[in-house]
């Protein structure tokens, strides 16, 4: 028999959601839907549905910036962004880096991801590197 197997994540309440259904497609896909075609057992849907969904959730909300150098920040670096408010500030990733010297100074420039789980998993800060942003 098959099944239809939909994963989804419900931002209000930070959790996953669910839904099995016999059937192959589901009926009134959605923009940003995404469809698995290879076949599953049971015991590799769960590795697979996780493995598809994190990094599209982890890729929702990124952030740019630059600061006055910041040696300690580093690619892969927790970072807290301060003073832009509770649905953009907080913990992010820094997934890219650049320190420059130049006539203005010591400058450090980053991109970062807001990963799912901060803020669901219930540790200090994870070892976040400060970040004030300024309007």
């Known amino acids: 028999m098959t099944f239809s197997v939909v994963l989804g994540f419900?931002?209000?309440?930070?959790?996953?959601?669910?839904?099995?259904?016999?059937?192959?497609?589901?009926?009134?896909?959605?923009?940003?839907?995404?469809?698995?075609?290879?076949?599953?057992?049971?015991?590799?849907?769960?590795?697979?549905?996780?493995s598809e969904l994190i990094p599209k959730l982890n890729k929702r909300l990124t952030a740019t910036g630059s600061v006055i150098g910041e040696p300690r920040l580093r690619a892969g670096n927790v970072l807290r962004i301060e003073n832009a408010g509770e649905e953009f500030g907080g913990l992010y990733r820094a997934i890219a880096v650049t320190h420059t010297i130049d006539s203005g100074g010591f400058r450090t420039g980053f991109e970062a991801r807001k990963e799912i789980w901060f803020g669901s998993i219930p540790l200090a800060d994870q070892g976040a590197v400060p970040v004030r942003v300024s309007f």
């Open 10 to 50: 419900d931002w209000d309440r930070m959790s996953l959601t669910l839904s099995i259904f016999p059937g192959i497609v589901p009926v009134g896909m959605q923009p940003g839907d995404y469809l698995i075609e290879e076949p599953l057992t049971p015991a590799s849907i769960p590795r697979k549905l996780v």
